[in-house]
């Protein structure tokens, strides 16, 4: 597995190890969950947009 090394305020670090030790993870098992979940929120949102836009654009032409 490739490693990463990212900077944070250490406050912002306190939490994320806060909820980790609450959740029973390592830092990395969450981490790598929000980011899973901010792209997948990210991919929903995309798809809404084109769906937004594809009806707009449909409007449009007829």
Do not use: W
């Not at 959740?23 to 809404?48: D, F, G, K, P």
């Amino acid at each position: 597995m490739a490693r990463v090394l990212i900077s944070m305020p250490e406050r912002f670090l306190d939490e994320i190890d806060k909820v980790a030790g609450n959740e029973n993870r390592t830092r990395s098992e969450l981490i790598r969950e929000a980011l899973r979940t901010y792209m997948y929120r990210n991919q929903v949102r995309n798809t809404q947009r084109s769906a937004r836009n594809a009806e707009i654009l449909e409007a449009l032409l007829s």
